[in-house]
Every structure is written in C-alpha cells, then in structure tokens.
Nanobody, 118 residues
Framework: QVQLVESGGGLVQPGGSLRLSCAASGTIFRRYVMGWYREAPGKQRELVAT???????NYADSVKGRFTISRDNAKNTVYLQMNSLKREDTAVYYC????????????WGQGTQVTISS
C-alpha cells in the first residue's frame, strides 16, 4: 500500500498562486496514476487533475488553464501548481494514487487545506 503525504496548502488571496506537493512511499511509483482531488464544505469530493507515469494529464474543466499537474518519478512526488486562484477553489485537497496493476487499488493522502480569501 502506498503512503502519501501532502504539503503546500495555505491561505492566499484571489489571483494568487500555490504549489501543492505529494510525496509517495512504500510502492513502485511508476505503477500508479497520480491525482489531485478536492472537497469543499458541503460538496462531494471531485477530481482536479490526474497524471500517468508517462505524463499524460487530465483536468477538470474548472481548473483548465490555471492548474498544472506534474510528477517527478525520480523523487516519487507529484505536484499541483495552482495559479489565478479563485474563492471557489477553497477546499481540502487530497492526493490520490491509483494502481495500474491491481484494479480498484488506490490510496489517499491526509489532505491539505487551501483557502482563497482576501
């Protein structure tokens, strides 16, 4: 089972930027599609972005053009660069690892709070 530890959340003004990091351990990193999800108060957890080992990315429409997901396979780390942040981006952001080898096998990080407010 992969262990995931997120960092980089915080409070930022609208229009600002943040970069989230997620370090993975305890597994073979290349065997996982990595992703970021978020959960806002009173809402369901939703996909933000995913990235395969080869670098293929997928984004929610709401963040296209503003967020960039990337991964450093040598460091077993995935990043989420968030620019032009909006109040509606406020949420707890969770890192996710989904196995490409075992169907349905996935792990979640503990979450990091991102708050957009002036």
């Amino acid at each position: 089972q992969v262990q995931l530890v997120e960092s980089g959340g915080g409070l930022v003004q609208p229009g600002g930027s943040l970069r989230l990091s997620c370090a993975a351990s305890g597994t073979i990193f290349r065997r996982y599609v990595m992703g970021w999800y978020r959960e806002a108060p009173g809402k369901q957890r939703e996909l933000v972005a995913t990235i395969t080992h080869g670098g293929t990315t997928n984004y929610a429409d709401s963040v296209k053009g503003r967020f960039t997901i990337s991964r450093d396979n040598a460091k077993n780390t995935v990043y989420l660069q968030m620019n032009s942040l909006k109040r509606e981006d406020t949420a707890v952001y969770y890192c996710n690892a989904e196995s490409t080898v075992v169907a349905g096998l996935q792990s979640w990080g503990q979450g990091t709070q991102v708050t957009i407010s002036s």
